[in-house]
């Protein structure tokens, strides 16, 4: 008889979810049980919850700590079995994909995240070269935004912390991913400086694309998706009559949302996944620590680190990925926590995105939702990165071990 019969819940360190077809997650929802067993404070997570609701028209907080599912709340157009465009939440699998690549196929790459990728080996589309610099980036800076690429909109240059603007350059464009992803310019040399910029991973995956055989969405659905028994996932691939031919590794991921947490809850455990290591543990741990192949700031692998405690009320080795309209999934090793946070437009949330069906009815309530502009004596609606990083901090100030 297992202990999990006799009423007994297994160590947290050993306990991994079946699928949620098959029970889901283990979860507490008295507050007394939920500080004994998970050492959390219930009013606490209510209170990060409160802000999530003030922070995007959609969304919802999920929250697991020491294997137990102790939060679970949606507001809005958000539900768990929802397949909403995770925008850029999406680059963190791009990433992990490409680590289990590096492991899977090691001959393909002798100098690991070090290889340098513009060859005909690699890329043989980007050839000839519009920019003979290319030929110096590396695989490692293509996941770090530290290849010299020009970031999207008005994001500007970083070199060693030092803020550089920069004119908006043509970047992406999804009649034309690949090509357009490839040609976007250059601002700087490879490794001579950070921005944020979405052609950067999307290269990585056309990498991943060419090695392994495979397109990125059936890559991850056979090392990730199914060891873990997540339920329908896709890319947001159809807009309008144009279908996008290969997965953006730049993002658009559709996860249900307690599929992102078994995501986040794999790294947590050092890419391990019921006595298999679904991510080479290296690469988990470089995730989450100032890279070689991005001096500049604390983005490491398509994952925003803290170790310059950026984020204040959080530890240290917190890190976590962030998509726009308020996504973000954080893993905190320290407090063996994992955090999912959803947002997003109500766009975001149309099924005819991934062609998956949406569990009706969604909830249209908030539709008409606007924020609060930003004032100087109000804290206003906290969207983007600011909500994001004072959820995190809210929720780790919730832990009470």
Known sequence: ?????????????????????????????????IRKKAGMDAARLEQAFDLTQRSTQNGGLLVVRHGYLVFERYFGRAQRDANPDMASTGKAYTSV????????????????????????????????????RKAEITLGQLLCMSAGYHG???SPGMVLGRVIPLTPAPGQDIHDLDGSSIRT???????????????????????????????????IDERLAKPMGWGAWGYCLHHGDFTIPHANGAGSIAVHATDALRFGYCLLHQGRWEGRQLVPADYVAACGRPSPFNPHSPYSLMFENNSDRHVAGAPRDAYYKSGAGGFGLFVVPSLDLVIYKLGGRS??????????????????SRDTWQPIPRGPFHEGSLGGDDGLRRVLEMVSAAVRD
């Not at 297994?10 to 507490?28: K, Q, S, V």
């Not at 001579?192 to 969405?217: F, K, W």
């Open 1 to 33: 008889m297992s202990l999990l019969t006799i009423g007994f819940w297994a160590p947290a360190a050993e306990y991994f979810p079946p699928p949620d077809r098959m029970g889901g997650w283990r979860t507490l929802s008295d507050p007394g049980q």
């Open 97 to 132: 994909a490409c680590g289990i690549m590096l492991h899977e196929f090691p001959k393909a790459f002798p100098l690991g995240l070090g290889q340098p990728v513009f060859t005909p080996q690699y890329l043989p589309g980007a050839f000839p070269l519009d920019d003979p």
């Open 347 to 364: 766009n975001q949330y149309d099924p005819a995105l991934t062609g998956i069906p949406q569990p009706p009815p969604p909830d249209t």
């Open 185 to 219: 310019p250059l601002w700087t040399n490879a490794g001579a400086g950070y921005s944020y910029s979405s052609p950067a991973p999307h290269i990585a995956s056309v990498v991943l694309r060419r090695i392994t055989g495979q397109d990125l969405q059936q890559y």
């Open 152 to 154: 999207e909109g008005s």
